[in-house]
């Protein structure tokens, strides 16, 4: 099983890209999934020291990126960050590009419908600049939040199928959930963001130090989807990548059949 690490474990938004090549050996992971957040972002990121990295996934911004804009201008701009992230990622030979899926604002604030459907229309305009990279787009479910989109395995559904994306589950995202994890299974992901939390909020603590439990760790690796630790603190990626490649090779085993 190839396990990426985030360049969350840095800790920071302005890693040097000298420091985010060496986070697969300090933390024994076989890949690399870059945040193209601060230093990373497309407009200032030195990709020449990630280029010999695998790095089969890649994050696309999100601050102040809100696919659900119901400003149009605002969407265009949105569209250009979500392209030259995507160029960033086909440089660094990546095959999948995750975005997030927007959020409400004062003017689809009574009107969640209006929002999904503002987003899906922009992320199928994004996974469209995404081929033309050969990067496939997949929207990231959020931590359970009245005002962030796609916090339901519904609406995750309703964008996967109305923009024709692909879907990445972020696991300690699912955990701050009322429903429970397995139902975040369905469309089947893509992509794993996996760490963990106590329920009720985002944390990024290292998987089964907090609320996930080691059969829902291993039902969600038995997608097949690539595993991406993202957990804060080298030390604790490190910790991290041990129990998703213990509970990734126990799955591939023993297919779900634990005593």
């Known amino acids: 099983m190839r396990i990426s690490v985030s360049t969350v474990a840095l800790k920071t938004w302005w890693p040097d890209p ?4 060496t986070l697969p050996e300090k933390t024994g992971a076989d890949a690399l ?3 193209l957040e601060g230093s990373l972002q497309p407009t200032r990121i030195n990709t020449e020291p990630l280029t010999d990295i695998p790095t089969p996934t890649v994050h696309a911004p999100f ?3 809100n696919p659900a804009t119901p400003n149009d201008r605002h969407a265009e701009q949105v569209l250009q960050q979500i392209e030259e992230a995507a160029r960033i990622a086909n440089e660094l030979e990546a095959q999948h ?3 997030h899926p927007g959020h409400l604002t004062p003017v689809t604030l009574n009107d969640r419908e209006k929002a999904l459907q503002l987003a899906a229309e922009r992320l199928n305009q994004a996974a469209d600049l995404a081929e033309r990279h050969d990067v496939h787009l997949t929207v990231e479910n959020m931590p359970h939040h009245p005002h962030l989109l796609a916090t339901t395995p519904d609406e995750i559904k309703t964008l996967t199928r109305e923009a024709h994306i692909g879907y990445t ?3 300690g995202h699912a955990l701050t959930s009322p429903t429970p994890l397995p139902e975040f299974l369905d469309p089947r992901p893509d992509v794993l963001h996996i ?3 106590h329920g009720d909020k ?8 907090a609320t996930l439990t080691p059969e829902d760790l291993r039902l969600v ?6 595993p991406v630790v993202e957990v804060k603190g080298i030390q604790q990626a490190r910790r991290a990548v041990r129990t998703v490649r213990r509970h990734g090779d126990d799955e591939a085993r023993y297919g779900g059949h634990h005593g």
């Open 18 to 21: 000298h420091e985010a090549a």
């Open 33 to 35: 999934e870059p945040v």
């Open 63 to 65: 601050s102040d990126v």
């Open 97 to 99: 590009l995750t975005v």
């Open 169 to 171: 589950l972020d696991v």
């Open 195 to 197: 760490h963990d939390n």
């Open 202 to 209: 985002d944390e990024h603590l290292p998987p089964l130090e």
């Open 221 to 226: 690796l038995s997608t097949r989807a690539h």
